[in-house]
């Protein structure tokens, strides 16, 4: 058969397709014309209720036909274009229905979103790890855990096929060092830095920080924006240069009285002075910080936690736009959050806006606990933008 024929061939297909889709269209209309808005029965009151009750419903049942019309009509259009080999070329990578994504810039073009997703989440599925920028996450805690809570993360990850490294900050877990004897912001980050002073000529990682943890990734970009190629705000303190976790958790002072009651500050040397340390009602770990999390790892973290040093907490952070604002930046809201809760995640990402925001539904502040699975879904898609 010539090229000629086979293009028109092509072409009649196309038009076959767009005719046979026109007419299913026109029936799916005339079948909601018929559909009746609701069943009224009972007084008079209950009829005005049902009548609003039924457009209301008819509405709903509407926009969902036709959300399932669209998703219909993407399907055989990318279905007939596979076929035929009239697929159009593949835009950039961009997301996955994985993700419930809050783009801060101008509303993308959702412009045959549906075959454009098809074809991102095929494109997702066939990147390989020798593709990625860099394959190495490297985990840090937020305030009072330690390495440990990263184990479900760590275990999906190398699973994977990735290199994960988690740190255990001055003070903080099987670290040694008294943590009433911090006295700095760098003191307490220092693993992590030494850590990244090592790393390999030309070797990027994805640093991950959770909660205060946010905080010490910030501190380490503007120092290593050259080996950072990533950097992914769990539930965390998301910093502007000029601003400290005591001014973050200020904002909300008057809003989360859960907070205030769980603190118990250490006085290490002696009442009369500043505290040292902020140690967390243990009775009040599960309502705080793990309300949607398994039994068992509220057990380990209620004997794994240490006190948060206080004195990195007063300490403003030092960011520039040359180190600090060269590292793309992601932020992974926490719906069910008590400790961080999402309206004070929101106002973070506002004033200092990252690249892309990613909504994790039903998880406490502890998503590695909570959510492993769908927070690993996010660090591999992160890892996957170009």
């Known amino acids: 058969m010539s090229q000629i024929t086979k293009e028109t061939k092509?072409?009649?297909?196309?038009?076959?397709?767009?005719?046979?889709?026109?007419?299913?269209?026109?029936q799916q209309q005339q079948q909601q014309q018929h559909t009746p808005t609701g069943i009224i029965t009972g007084s008079s009151n209950s009829n005005r209720w049902n009548k609003i009750r039924g457009s209301s419903s008819k509405k709903e049942k509407m926009e969902d036909e036709l959300i399932h019309e669209q998703a219909i009509a993407a399907a055989l259009l990318y279905q007939h274009h596979q076929q035929n080999g009239t697929l159009p070329p593949l835009p950039p990578f961009d997301r996955s229905s994985s993700l419930r994504v809050r783009f801060l810039g101008p509303s993308p073009n959702y412009e045959l979103g549906g075959i454009y997703l098809v074809q991102n989440l095929c494109f997702c599925s066939e990147m390989k790890i020798e593709e990625l920028e860099t394959s190495h996450f490297v985990l840090v805690h937020g305030g009072g855990f330690g390495a440990w809570c990263w184990y479900k993360t760590i275990t999906h990850l190398e699973e994977g096929g990735f290199k994960v490294d988690a740190i255990d900050l001055t003070g903080s877990g099987v670290h040694s060092c008294d943590t009433n004897s911090i006295t700095s912001l760098a003191e307490y980050v220092k693993p992590l830095t030494d850590f990244l002073e090592k790393l390999g000529e030309g070797k990027k990682v994805i640093l991950v920080g959770h909660?205060?943890?946010?905080?010490?990734?910030?501190?380490?970009?503007?120092?290593?924006?050259?080996?950072?190629?990533?950097?992914?705000?769990?539930?965390?303190?998301?910093?502007?240069?000029?601003?400290?976790?005591?001014?973050?958790?200020?904002?909300?002072?008057?809003?989360?009285?859960?907070m205030r009651q769980a603190q118990i500050f250490n006085y290490a040397n002696g009442n009369d002075r500043p505290p040292t340390a902020i140690d967390l009602?243990?009775?009040?770990?599960?309502?705080?910080?793990?309300?949607?999390?398994?039994?068992?790892?509220?057990?380990?973290?209620?004997?794994?936690?240490?006190?948060?040093?206080f004195a990195p907490v007063l300490e403003k952070l030092s960011l520039s736009d040359k180190n600090y604002g060269s590292v793309r930046r992601f932020y992974i809201e926490t719906t069910d959050d008590d400790a961080i809760p999402l309206t004070l995640q929101q106002s973070m990402i506002n004033a200092n806006p990252p690249e892309r925001v990613f909504l994790l539904k039903g998880s406490d502040h502890s998503p590695f606990f909570s959510k492993p699975q769908a927070l690993h879904k996010f660090l591999m898609e992160i890892s996957k933008i170009r």
Do not use: H, W
């Open 281 to 309: 009602n243990k009775s009040l770990l599960k309502d705080l910080l793990f309300n949607q999390s398994p039994s068992k790892d509220v057990a380990l973290a209620s004997v794994s936690m240490r006190p948060i040093p």
């Open 10 to 26: 092509k072409e009649e297909n196309n038009n076959i397709t767009i005719t046979n889709f026109k007419t299913f269209l026109k």
């Open 211 to 258: 909660d205060f943890g946010g905080a010490c990734i910030s501190y380490a970009m503007e120092l290593f924006p050259s080996k950072v190629a990533k950097g992914v705000f769990i539930a965390a303190a998301m910093l502007l240069d000029g601003q400290s976790l005591l001014d973050m958790f200020s904002r909300q002072a008057d809003s989360n009285d859960l």
